[in-house]
């Protein structure tokens, strides 16, 4: 609106400049160009999150091998059981050992996910 009442002032001086008479006056804040930015976030703080969130997955494979680990132990507690039951309390008591262990590894992945996620 504003660019086609200046241009229509523009030709009524350019022709006729004694009885041209404005029939609108523009008020100052359309003369001016209005800019507005546009604000982002910095790149350092997105490499940051995307580094995060990358290790933070890294480090909870390591859950998944502990699951494959307790699996393995009382697999071979099973087999051992087949193969000679009168050890059943030794073999229990390592199988329990062999379980903490693994279980130990797991939570140790992922308290180092949580870690990376909320501490860093």
């Given at each position: 609106?504003?660019?086609?009442?200046?241009?229509?002032?523009?030709?009524?001086?350019?022709?006729?400049?004694?009885?041209?008479?404005?029939?609108?006056?523009?008020?100052?804040?359309?003369?001016?160009?209005?800019?507005?930015?546009?604000?982002?976030?910095?790149?350092?703080?997105?490499?940051?999150?995307?580094?995060?969130?990358?290790?933070?997955?890294?480090?909870?494979?390591?859950?998944a091998?502990?699951?494959?680990?307790?699996?393995?132990?009382?697999?071979?507690?099973?087999?051992?059981?087949?193969?000679?039951?009168?050890?059943?309390?030794?073999?229990?008591?390592?199988?329990i050992?062999?379980?903490?262990?693994?279980?130990?590894?797991?939570?140790?992945?992922?308290?180092?996910?949580?870690?990376?996620?909320?501490?860093?």
């Amino acid at each position: 609106m504003a660019n086609v009442i200046r241009s229509c002032a523009t030709r009524a001086l350019l022709f006729n400049k004694a009885s041209f008479k404005p029939i609108v006056t523009l008020p100052a804040a359309l003369n001016k160009v209005q800019s507005a930015s546009i604000q982002t976030s910095a790149i350092r703080n997105d490499i940051d999150s995307a580094a995060k969130y990358i290790g933070a997955g890294a480090a909870t494979v390591g859950v998944a091998g502990a699951g494959a680990g307790i699996g393995t132990v009382f697999g071979s507690l099973v087999i051992g059981y087949a193969r000679n039951p009168g050890l059943k309390q030794q073999l229990f008591s390592y199988a329990i050992l062999g379980f903490a262990l693994s279980e130990a590894m797991g939570l140790f992945c992922l308290m180092m996910a949580f870690m990376l996620l909320f501490a860093f």
